[in-house]
């Protein structure tokens, strides 16, 4: 069968990213090119000891075949007896030996590359670690409250405590230098973790020398950690500073957006380039710079919702008071916006961190001119630090390969076979790709007029534009490898038949629910997924039915973009938290931004019917009440569309598989990985 889809042609990318290639120094150490793999937890590629498996040196292995020009390592424990971890496949140094082994595999095999690798190494979570990580009650600095659980008191670390900590700094950077490390990376000044909780007056009330009203004072703790590592490494070993530039907390508990007006409760500019000049003369050899808390988790760790070079601003600002080099992360993944950073001096290396796990050749296909190629982020969290808190081993939602590059690397063809797919959405997509790679002979087909399943909808708010990125790559890979694309065209059990296919893979997808209100049919009534791919306009009033992430966004979008009036109808006691929960911080922002908005939220409320002027609710507090809108807007979920899987299972035709929406709906990452999968083992 031929192909019935044209794509328009994709011209290579023609600029030159000159200054992200060239070479750079951190102290004394030479790197090749001013691109770094910024540090990233890495919980289930550990033994039980703490030390890496070949999983773990395997995923640092890809990202140096890459291209990077510098790898540095997740947060590694130094100790597990003062802050006492109940969780197993955390990095940490409890057995020199065995650590010593595994490291020093790792970084042989990293040089291979010419790539030089730092180990961070952090001193613990403090007051933002989760209690239920812990054998043990939470340590702080001082008595304050756990930020996940504020009715638990954290325990004031003690003088000797601290003291030992300092010492076990200095034992563990013996270890790392012995092992082949080419720097440290200290953790945990950043995003309010135990470091930065000495250094900041809000948390820490110490009286003592580590603590106090001077600035001075609270600097005491990561001072002593950079002089004991000097010490005993020699002042040559480069130690830099994970390092936030500015808190954007505005109370416990609470974190500011973007532009919002507020005063800062913990560490505000002009006290961040404070302790940058202290901490520069002190001796610190760079700082990996950032922003956020856990209170603004979304700063530290930014969702689809924060725009590109988040922390571009800040760190224009610091390169102006210190002279040694600043690395910056903040989603600096558009080659474009990376360029520009180091053209215009807002910083001297660019730390690329989820972006490496969605594509580890950023920097090759950067530097040969092939950006259509680099396979986005979309700022989903699902499977990289989604997985991590959820107790599962680090991986990426748009490349199933992240932390089992051996395991499951693309297999060789022993048989060509035709394999037909039913679906051009992202399941479909990712199914024809794989299959195609691996030489067989792949026909896609979609019953509509293009290519994208729900890829359009999920990418038509301009916060969602990396989706209409990842959409955009597909295409073009499909492109590339010459896959048979139908379009308009209902696959059949005749048409296969027909075709006489030796593998069939449904990726036929789903539709949105309609619920059972009275009223349901009323011209008044829409879908969010019809008013996001413009199948219909909303009034100046709506009122969306189902607070989960569909009603959310597209509420956000109505207010924002379109400037309407906008009311979440959730029948639940908050949004967001029916399964699968998005990772806290795309939940924490998307939250802030409909408070800042001022989008209505009625929740614990039930639709009892729906008339020609709106909807009757009921809920607990206010018995029934009428609410006047101009559209309703229904976002309660998704079934499959399976009926060709159900005739197919009854008539026995072919091999056939069924993936993503039409199997069962869920996320993005569930339909990619399916896909990824099933046309690996064909």
């Given at each position: 069968m031929e192909s019935k889809f044209s794509f328009p042609s994709i011209m290579q990318h023609s600029r030159v990213f000159d200054k992200l290639f060239e070479p750079v120094k951190i102290g004394k150490v030479n790197i090749k090119n001013r691109i770094a793999m910024a540090p990233m937890n890495t919980p289930g590629l550990c033994d039980l000891n703490g030390a890496y498996t070949q999983r773990l040196i395997d995923y640092y292995v890809e990202r140096a075949r890459g291209g990077v020009g510098l790898i540095i390592t997740g947060a590694t424990k130094i100790e597990n007896e003062i802050e006492k971890y109940a969780l197993t496949g955390w990095p940490m140094i409890l057995n020199r030996a065995h650590f010593l082994q595994r490291a020093s595999e790792l970084t042989e095999a990293i040089h291979t590359f010419d790539t030089k690798i730092f180990c961070q190494l952090t001193i613990g979570r403090g007051r933002v670690a989760k209690p239920t990580m812990l054998y043990t009650r939470p340590v702080a600095p001082s008595p304050i409250p756990n930020y996940w659980n504020p009715s638990i008191i954290c325990r004031e670390l003690t003088?000797?405590?601290?003291?030992?900590?300092?010492?076990?700094?200095?034992?563990?950077?013996?270890?790392?230098?012995?092992?082949?490390?080419?720097?440290?990376?200290?953790?945990?000044?950043?995003?309010?973790?135990?470091?930065?909780?000495?250094?900041?007056?809000?948390?820490?009330k110490r009286t003592d020398k580590y603590g106090g009203e001077e600035l001075e004072k609270r600097l005491t703790l990561p001072i002593e950690i950079l002089h004991i590592i000097k010490d005993k490494v020699g002042k040559d070993f480069p130690v830099q500073l994970r390092f936030s530039i500015k808190s954007y907390v505005k109370d416990w508990g609470k974190g500011a957006l973007p532009?919002?007006?507020?005063?800062?409760?913990?560490?505000?500019?002009?006290?961040?380039?404070?302790?940058?000049?202290?901490?520069?003369?002190?001796?610190?050899?760079?700082?990996?710079?950032?922003?956020?808390?856990?209170?603004?988790?979304?700063?530290?760790?930014?969702?689809?919702?924060?725009?590109?070079?988040?922390?571009?601003?800040?760190?224009?600002?610091?390169?102006?008071?210190?002279?040694?080099?600043?690395?910056?992360?903040?989603?600096?993944?558009?080659?474009?916006?990376?360029?520009?950073?180091?053209?215009?001096?807002?910083?001297?290396?660019?730390?690329?961190?989820?972006?490496?796990?969605?594509?580890?050749?950023?920097?090759?296909?950067?530097?040969?001119?092939?950006?259509?190629?680099?396979?986005?982020?979309?700022?989903?969290?699902?499977?990289?630090?989604?997985?991590?808190?959820?107790?599962?081993?680090?991986?990426?939602?748009?490349?199933?390969?992240?932390?089992?590059?051996?395991?499951?690397?693309?297999?060789?063809?022993?048989?060509?076979?035709?394999?037909?797919?039913?679906?051009?959405?992202?399941?479909?997509?990712e199914a024809a790709?794989?299959?195609?790679?691996?030489?067989?002979?792949?026909?896609?087909?979609?019953?509509?007029?293009?290519?994208?399943?729900?890829?359009?909808?999920?990418?038509?708010?301009?916060?969602?534009?990396?989706?209409?990125?990842?959409?955009?790559?597909?295409?073009?890979?499909?492109?590339?490898?010459?896959?048979?694309?139908?379009?308009?065209?209902?696959?059949?059990?005749?048409?296969?038949?027909?075709?006489?296919?030796?593998?069939?893979?449904?990726?036929?997808?789903?539709?949105?629910?309609?619920?059972?209100?009275?009223?349901?049919?009323?011209?008044?009534?829409?879908?969010?997924?019809?008013?996001?791919?413009?199948?219909?306009e909303a009034g100046k009033r709506v009122v969306i039915i189902g607070g989960g992430t569909v009603g959310c966004e597209t509420a956000l979008w109505l207010a924002t973009e379109q400037k309407k009036e906008v009311t979440i109808i959730e029948k639940l006691s908050d949004l967001m938290i029916t399964p699968p929960?998005?990772?806290?911080?795309?939940?924490?922002?998307?939250?802030?931004?409909?408070?800042?908005?001022?989008?209505?939220?009625?929740?614990?409320?039930?639709?009892?019917?729906?008339?020609?002027?709106?909807?009757?609710?009921?809920?607990?507090?206010?018995?029934?009440?009428?609410?006047?809108?101009?559209t309703i807007a229904l976002a309660v979920g998704f079934k499959p569309t399976n009926n060709l899987y159900n005739i197919l299972e009854k008539e026995k035709i072919a091999q056939f598989y069924s993936i993503g929406d039409c199997k069962k709906p869920r996320r993005i990452l569930d339909a990619i990985w399916e896909g990824y999968f099933i046309a690996n083992e064909i």
């Open positions: 003088i000797s405590e601290i003291e030992k900590i300092v010492h076990m700094m200095g034992w563990a950077a013996e270890i790392v230098a012995e092992a082949g490390f080419d720097g440290i990376e200290i953790h945990g000044m950043h995003e309010g973790y135990l470091l930065d909780q000495f250094t900041i007056a809000m948390w820490n532009g919002e007006i507020f005063k800062e409760a913990a560490r505000d500019i002009d006290e961040g380039l404070e302790v940058a000049r202290i901490l520069e003369k002190e001796g610190y050899d760079a700082l990996n710079a950032d922003a956020g808390s856990y209170e603004a988790w979304y700063w530290a760790h930014p969702p689809t919702y924060m725009p590109h070079g988040c922390y571009l601003d800040l760190t224009e600002k610091l390169k102006k008071v210190v002279k040694i080099p600043i690395l910056v992360a903040g989603k600096m993944d558009l080659p474009e916006l990376a360029e520009e950073a180091i053209e215009k001096g807002k910083a001297d290396i660019i730390a690329l961190g989820r972006v490496l796990l969605a594509d580890p050749y950023w920097p090759i296909k950067v530097r040969e001119g092939r950006v259509e190629d680099i396979r986005p982020c979309i700022g989903c969290h699902t499977g990289c630090i989604g997985r991590t808190w959820e107790g599962k081993p680090l991986c990426c939602a748009v490349n199933p390969t992240v932390g089992r590059e051996r395991l499951y690397g693309l297999k060789p063809v022993q048989k060509i076979k035709k394999v037909i797919i039913v679906g051009g959405g992202v399941a479909g997509m790709r794989i299959a195609a790679i691996r030489g067989h002979d792949v026909y896609l087909f979609e019953k509509s007029d293009s290519l994208d399943g729900h890829l359009i909808e999920a990418s038509r708010p301009s916060f969602k534009k990396d989706v209409g990125r990842l959409l955009a790559w597909y295409r073009t890979q499909l492109m590339k490898l010459k896959v048979n694309i139908i379009l308009n065209v209902e696959v059949t059990p005749e048409l296969i038949k027909k075709e006489n296919p030796d593998v069939v893979i449904l990726a036929t997808g789903s539709e949105p629910i309609k619920p059972e209100i009275k009223g349901i049919e009323k011209p008044i009534v829409t879908t969010c997924i019809d008013l996001l791919r413009g199948g219909r929960i998005p990772p806290h911080m795309n939940r924490l922002m998307l939250l802030d931004l409909i408070a800042l908005n001022k989008i209505k939220v009625m929740t614990n409320v039930e639709v009892r019917e729906i008339t020609d002027q709106g909807l009757i609710v009921h809920g607990e507090n206010f018995g029934s009440k009428e609410i006047e809108c101009d």
